[in-house]
C-alpha cells in the first residue's frame, strides 16, 4: 500500500456539496482518495510521500470528452481552411501511418493532455485498417504507458469516404468484438472502449441500426460527431434521398440515449434538441473549434436550458491546435453570452463541472472521477495561484474559468500515480519523444503527398 499526501494549499472538492478548504489536504491510498478536508482534521496515519502544495490549489483533473490526437502531427497545417477541406489534407497523413507512427502521435496526445491538466480523455480515432486493428492496438498501448485515463472511441466508415478507411459493418464487428475483448475494461478501468459513425454520410439507416445493435449487445457506449455544420444536414440529405436532420435520423434508428454522446451539435433545431433532451443523450461541446473553422456559432443555452448532460472538448490539436481546456471553459461562457445576450447564460461554476463533475457524467465515468471525494479514483491536479494572471484570486472558480491556463497546471496524478511533478513527465523522456514525432511527422508527410504550403 503507498499513501501521499497533498497538504499547505487550497483544495477546490467539486463535490456534490462544492466544499472547498483554505488550508486543506487530500490524501491518497494507492489509486483511491482516502480523504479530503481541512488539514487540522487529517487522521493521524502514516505517509509515505507528503507533497507540499503552499501557493497551489488542488482540484480533480480535467475531462477532456472528445479529441482526435492521431492528428497531432498535422497540428499547424490547414488552420484557415473549411472543415471538410481540412479532412482532405489531414486524412492522407494518417492513411501513411504504421503502428509506430500512431503510437507516438498518441503519446505525444496524451503528454500534452497531461500537462494541461486533462487527465481524462475520449480519443475519436479514424484510422485506415492496412493490418486489422494494429492502429487501435497502437493507441491504447500509449494510453496504457502515458498513465492516462482513456477511452478510445473507434470511428466506423461505411461508405462515401477514403477507400482505405472504409469497412463492412461485418468487419466493424469483428473487430469492435475482438478490441473489447483486449481493452475494454483494461488497467483497473482505467481504459475503455466506446465506437460509433465519423460523419452521417458514410452511412445508411441500416448502418446505424446495425452499430447501435452492437454497442447494445457489447455493453459499449457510442460516440459521433453530430451536426458540426449545416453542411452535416445537407450532405445527409443529399445522400439519404430525402430531408431529415441528423438528430432527427438518430431519433430513428434508435441511436439516441445516455449511452450516447454527441460532439460538436453546432446546427440543432429546438425539435431536435427536445429529443436530445427526452432520450437523456449527452453532449459534448466544443466552441474553440467552432469558431476557429467558422462552421457555426456554438449557442449551447439552448442544451443547458433543456436540462442536457453536457461536457466540455478541446477536439483534436490539429483542430484547434491546443489541448488546453481551460480555454475551452473560456470560449463556451463568451459563447453562451454572446448568443444569448445574457451574461449569465452560462455561469462560472457550470463551466467548471462541465470540464470536471458533469463532464466525467457525459462520458460515463462519474463513479470514477469528477470530483475530489473519499473512495473515489486519485485523478487529480495541482494549479499554481501564485501567478500575476491569477492575483488576486478572490474567486477561485473565476480565475480557473476566466483567467486560467494550461501552463498553471505544475502537478497531475491518475489512479495514484504521479505522472506530472512540476510540469515535468515522469513517465516518457518529453525532449525524444518531440524529437520522434518531428522525424515521423515529416515521412508521413512525404509519404502522404501532403503540400506543408497550403
Not at 454520410?201 to 451536426?227: K, P, S
Not at 497546471?409 to 518529453?430: P, S, Y
Request: glycine fraction near 8%; include cysteine; aromatic fraction near 6%.
Amino acid at each position: 500500500m503507498t499513501t501521499t499526501l497533498f497538504q499547505g494549499g487550497r483544495v477546490l472538492t467539486l463535490d456534490e456539496a462544492d466544499r472547498q478548504y483554505h488550508d486543506g489536504c487530500v490524501l491518497v491510498r494507492d489509486d483511491r482518495i482516502a480523504f479530503v478536508g481541512p488539514r487540522a482534521e487529517l487522521p493521524d496515519t502514516p505517509v509515505d510521500r507528503v507533497i507540499d502544495v503552499t501557493g497551489k490549489l488542488v482540484m480533480p483533473g480535467l475531462v477532456n470528452g472528445h479529441t482526435h490526437l492521431s492528428m497531432i502531427f498535422g497540428r499547424t497545417l490547414g488552420p484557415e481552411k473549411r472543415l471538410l477541406d481540412w479532412l482532405d489534407q489531414q486524412l492522407p497523413m494518417i492513411g501513411a501511418f504504421d503502428d509506430e507512427a500512431m503510437y507516438v502521435a498518441q503519446m505525444l496526445g496524451c503528454l500534452e493532455n497531461l500537462k494541461n491538466g486533462n487527465t481524462s480523455l475520449v480519443e475519436n480515432l479514424a484510422a485506415a485498417h492496412p493490418d486489422d486493428t494494429a492502429m487501435e492496438d497502437a493507441t491504447f498501448r500509449a494510453l496504457r504507458d502515458s498513465g492516462i485515463r482513456g477511452t478510445l472511441a473507434r470511428a466506423f466508415e461505411g461508405r462515401n469516404f477514403l477507400p482505405d478507411f472504409m469497412e463492412s459493418l461485418d468487419d466493424q464487428a469483428r473487430r469492435v468484438t475482438a478490441l473489447a475483448e483486449r481493452w475494454h475494461g483494461a488497467e483497473g478501468d482505467r481504459l475503455r472502449l466506446s465506437f460509433g459513425p465519423l460523419l452521417p454520410w458514410c452511412m445508411t439507416e441500416e448502418m446505424y441500426r446495425e452499430t447501435r445493435a452492437l454497442a447494445d449487445r457489447l455493453g459499449l457506449c457510442l460516440h459521433m460527431h453530430v451536426a458540426e455544420s449545416p453542411e452535416f444536414n445537407r450532405l445527409i440529405a443529399k445522400h439519404l434521398g430525402r430531408d431529415i436532420r441528423q438528430v432527427e435520423l438518430l431519433h430513428e434508428t434508435g441511436c439516441l440515449g445516455p449511452d450516447v454522446q454527441v460532439v460538436a451539435v453546432s446546427d440543432v433545431s429546438p425539435r431536435e434538441v427536445e429529443l436530445l433532451a427526452q432520450s437523456d443523450t449527452r453532449v459534448l461541446l466544443d466552441p474553440p473549434t467552432r469558431l476557429f473553422w467558422g462552421t457555426g456559432f456554438p449557442a449551447i443555452h439552448p442544451f443547458l436550458e433543456a436540462g442536457l448532460t453536457c461536457g466540455l472538448a478541446t477536439n483534436g490539436p490539429a483542430a484547434n491546435c491546443g489541448q488546453d481546456l481551460f480555454e475551452s471553459m473560456k470560449y463556451a461562457c463568451a459563447t453562451a453570452k454572446t448568443a444569448k445576450n445574457d451574461p449569465q447564460a452560462l455561469g462560472r461554476h457550470r463551466a467548471l463541472r462541465m470540464a470536471t463533475s458533469e463532464g466525467a457524467r457525459a462520458i460515463g465515468r462519474d463513479d470514477q472521477v469528477g470530483g475530489l471525494a473519499e473512495g473515489l479514483k486519485a485523478d487529480l491536479i495541482t494549479v499554481d495561484l501564485e501567478q500575476a494572471h491569477l492575483a488576486p484570486t478572490l474567486d477561485v472558480t473565476a480565475a480557473l474559468v476566466y483567467s486560467g491556463k494550461g501552463t498553471d497546471v505544475r502537478d497531475v496524478m491518475v489512479d495514484g500515480q504521479l505522472l506530472i511533478e512540476n510540469r515535468k513527465a515522469l513517465f516518457v523522456d518529453e525532449s525524444a519523444l518531440m524529437r520522434q514525432a518531428e522525424e515521423i511527422a515529416r515521412r508521413c508527410i512525404r509519404e502522404a503527398g501532403v503540400d506543408v504550403s497550403l
